[in-house]
């Protein structure tokens, strides 16, 4: 803890959180703190209440009026005791509540019960279940005039870690490391930092943020966050998880807070262009969008997956006839070429589009039969059972389902043997790793391929353009997403 604790002073922390309850030994309070790296909150958490603490009661209420004693500048006193520790000296008081099954409905009588108990601060650390949740507790913090610190746990609760401040928290949480998290959905002090850069939020910050269930795994926020810090751009990308029937509350909380962009993703393509008031054309007809743009008029919705992957095809295109000393304008260069979608959400829908539009002949494959008839019917092309999906040899293969994204890094939606033809282009749109099996078993059979990433920077290239109004750095993005999918980093 002392090596940690010096290790956090050196990367800059404002304040650290030494969490006594973690000793598995007797605490030495006077060699931990005899050379403080930064101003010092010491809690010593019961079992209970979500800590390790498992000595007896007596013994952790004396490590905690010891540290008073010394002088800290923080002591986390939970409710059942702050009345018993009376104040002494310059340490201030966190008098904190945790539920880690649930946000009570309860929240404004939970905190005026908590500031009644000398309380500099109060602190409540819920369970979120949903996004209203995150929503009670925001507008708790807002609204308190007792400084006071409110997070959800869980990773729908992230966002209330990362706007705290700026909705006049006096501190907010995070752990050393993703390895050392205390919390569930705590984030790191890196992530924190330099990622979301927490602390230069202020009420000009421009909101922006992807939408999903689950969100954790996406790397939306590392692109759109490293174009904004290289534009010098006031604006933060969040995460946002959000379950389905939370959607609405949710674009209404958007709408009141002055959120201005987002990126939709799994599973939610499909269900929010319901709640748009505009969108173009081709949202419209692929039914899936990827982008909202939220301008005083309304909501915007448009679909950057779709442009995004017909750049690839058509580049892909492009180099194959060079190759063959083939001249083929490029709106001509899918017409009457096989192509097979596998999968049947909303980037199939992008994708198929995309490609009927050209004049391709699609066909659909889908672990879900009836999303795959549906879809194959709207293309006007056909369905194979996903059982018998091996006995099509297609020009173009597409795999627009989420088989072989890590942490499922092993999977492959489809076994692509050495006899496969060669002239196929093998299109994978998971981007993280880049080199998934399917495309590593392209490369093992000699056909063309096209990675996921090179559709996901050319999309969130899109996204950035209607969110911002300028060019995104796509060399820079593009060398920061391999860099953060590589698998050295897992």
């Known amino acids: 803890m002392i090596a940690e604790f010096e290790q956090l002073g050196q990367l800059g922390a404002d304040l650290t959180e030494l969490r006594l309850d973690y000793i598995g030994r007797s605490v030495d309070l006077r060699r931990l703190l005899a050379k403080r790296h930064t101003p010092v909150l010491i809690t010593c958490r019961r079992r209970e209440d979500g800590g390790r603490w498992d000595r007896t009661e007596g013994e952790r209420l004396m490590i905690l009026r010891s540290a008073i004693a010394s002088g800290v500048e923080f002591v986390d006193l939970e409710e059942d005791i702050a009345g018993n520790i009376p104040r002494y000296g310059s340490t201030k008081r966190i008098v904190s509540l945790h539920n880690f099954d649930e946000t009570p409905d309860n929240l404004p009588e939970i905190h005026s019960r908590l500031a009644k108990l000398d309380a500099d601060i109060v602190k409540i650390a819920t369970m979120a ?13 807002q609204q308190s005039k007792i400084p006071t610190i409110g997070l959800c ?36 002090f890196h992530q924190m930092k330099d990622l979301y850069r927490t602390k230069a939020i202020n009420a000009q910050t421009r909101i922006f943020g992807v939408v999903a269930d689950p969100v954790a795994q996406s790397h939306s926020p590392l692109i759109h966050n490293t ?13 946002f998880r959000v379950p389905e029937q939370d959607l609405d509350l949710f674009m209404d909380w958007c709408r009141q807070t002055g959120v201005s962009g987002l990126s939709v993703t799994i599973p939610h393509k499909e269900a929010m262009l319901k709640l748009v008031t505009e969108a173009e054309s081709a949202a419209v007809e692929i039914g899936a969008l990827n982008t909202v743009v939220f301008r005083p008029t309304g909501t915007v919705a448009y679909n950057t997956d779709y442009r995004a992957a017909m750049d690839c095809l058509i580049a892909a295109l ?18 009457g070429r096989d192509v097979l979608l596998l999968g049947a959400g909303g980037v199939a829908k992008a994708i198929g589009y995309g490609v009927k539009q050209r004049g391709a002949l699609v066909t659909v494959t889908s672990r879900t039969e009836q999303r795959g008839m549906e879809l194959a019917d709207s293309l006007q092309g056909r369905f194979v059972p996903w059982s018998e999906r091996h006995s099509l040899t297609p020009g173009i293969l597409v795999n627009c389902s989420p088989l072989g994204m ?51 920077v050319r999309q969130a290239a899109y996204q950035y353009k209607l969110f911002t109004g300028q060019e995104a750095p796509s060399a820079l993005l593009r060398e920061t997403i391999k860099k953060a999918t590589s698998p050295v980093n897992f």
């Open 129 to 141: 279940n949903s996004f209203n949740d995150c929503v009670r507790m925001m507008e708790l913090v």
């Open 153 to 188: 746990m869980g990773e729908i609760g992230m966002v209330t870690r990362i706007l705290g401040l700026r909705l006049g928290a006096p501190l907010t949480y995070c752990a050393l490391s993703t390895e050392r998290k205390l919390a569930p959905g705590q984030l790191s």
């Open 227 to 239: 174009g904004f810090v290289h534009h010098g751009l006031n604006a933060c990308y969040l995460p």
């Open 318 to 335: 492009r180099t194959q006839n060079a190759a063959r000393n083939v001249t083929r304008c490029d709106e001509d260069l899918l017409v």
């Open 406 to 456: 890590h942490p499922d890094v092993d999977s492959t939606p489809f076994k692509i043997e050495r006899g496969f033809s060669p002239d196929t282009i093998v299109f994978d749109t998971v981007y993280n790793p880049e080199n998934t099996v399917l495309i590593k078993s392209a490369k093992s059979a000699g056909c063309m391929h096209i990675s996921g990433l090179d559709m996901f």
